[in-house]
């Protein structure tokens, strides 16, 4: 069974910053793209960011562009999401995924194979 750990998250106020981890099996960095999605009850599951290990050619949610960065070290086999900027509407669970099941740069939840715990990310003053 496939785990993926996540870290970070927490309480911050509008504009400040965060960044998320999720622990990845090395092997899953050749395994086409991961990403990081959000989820608030009630709604559905929506892709923020993704990265292909090919290439670590990425793709941003409209939403988060210009705010957020999505990274992959492969030294630590750690997947990350740098949250600047926050705004109260960031406020989710948020879900590292990976093994995208060879759909490139996709933000479509239902084509990732493997999920992290999620961490509650909330953003108030």
């Known amino acids: 069974q496939v785990q993926l750990v996540q870290s970070g998250g927490g309480s911050v106020q509008p504009g400040g910053s965060l960044r998320l981890a999720c622990a990845v099996p090395?092997?899953?960095?050749?395994?086409?793209?991961m990403g990081w999605f959000r989820q608030n009850p009630g709604k559905e599951r929506e892709g923020v960011a993704t990265?292909?290990?090919?290439?670590?050619?990425?793709r941003y949610a409209d939403s988060v562009k210009g705010r957020f960065t999505i990274s992959q070290e492969k030294v630590d086999n750690t997947l990350y999401l740098q949250m600047n900027g926050l705004k109260p509407e960031d406020t989710a669970m948020y879900y590292c995924?990976?093994?995208?099941?060879?759909?490139?740069?996709?933000?479509?939840?239902?084509?990732?194979?493997?999920w992290g715990q999620g961490t509650q990310v909330t953003v108030s003053s």
């Open positions: 995924a990976a093994d995208s099941r060879s759909y490139w740069l996709s933000l479509i939840p239902k084509n990732y194979r493997y």
């Open positions: 990265i292909c290990s090919e290439d670590e050619s990425t």
């Open positions: 090395g092997y899953m960095f050749i395994r086409d793209c």
